[in-house]
Every structure is written in structure tokens, then in C-alpha cells.
């Protein structure tokens, strides 16, 4: 008996309209917890004076944020 997708993952996405459920693949992580980073990384805009010290701040930029899965199955049809 197959489940429905909403008792079977607790990490889904779609993929060209699809769910991964409905090729019956499952999204896993290795070992026994999820570990990501909760922002994406930044990146401060400074400028350095040769004639004074320090450094002038211009703004700070954000990446996007990323996650890797790993897709399991025992099976496709």
C-alpha cells in the first residue's frame, strides 16, 4: 500500500510541476538531524584610506541561501 506524499516526507519539492512523491522518491539527510544555515551568507562593502585608519562602511549584501538533499528510493516504476 502507498501512502499519500503528506504522510511520507517531512521535506518535499516540486520538480517541473511534479512532486518528488510521485516519482516515489523520498528527500533524506545524512546522518540523524537536518544541519543547514538559517540566512545565506553577507558581504560587507568597505573602502580603506591610505592617508587615514580604518576602513569606510558602504552597505551589506546579502546571498541567497542554499540546501542540499539527497533523494532516495526503493523503487521507481
Same mark, same amino acid.
Given at each position: 500500500?502507498?501512502?499519500? %506524499?503528506? %504522510?511520507?516526507?517531512?521535506?518535499?519539492?516540486?520538480?517541473? &510541476?511534479?512532486r518528488i512523491e510521485?516519482? @516515489?522518491?523520498?528527500? !533524506?539527510?545524512? &546522518?540523524? $538531524?537536518?544541519? $543547514?544555515?538559517? !540566512?545565506?551568507?553577507?558581504?560587507?562593502?568597505?573602502?580603506s584610506y591610505d592617508?587615514?585608519?580604518?576602513?569606510? %562602511?558602504?552597505?551589506?549584501?546579502?546571498?541567497? @541561501?542554499?540546501?542540499?538533499?539527497?533523494?532516495?528510493?526503493?523503487?521507481? @516504476?
Amino acid at each position: 500500500m502507498r501512502l499519500p %506524499y503528506r %504522510y511520507r516526507s517531512f521535506i518535499s519539492f516540486s520538480f517541473g &510541476g511534479r512532486r518528488i512523491e510521485d516519482f @516515489n522518491l523520498i528527500a !533524506t539527510v545524512s &546522518g540523524d $538531524r537536518m544541519t $543547514r544555515k538559517l !540566512t545565506g551568507d553577507f558581504e560587507d562593502l568597505t573602502s580603506s584610506y591610505d592617508v587615514l585608519d580604518g576602513q569606510f %562602511y558602504h552597505s551589506t549584501h546579502f546571498r541567497t @541561501n542554499s540546501i542540499s538533499f539527497h533523494l532516495a528510493t526503493d523503487g521507481i @516504476n
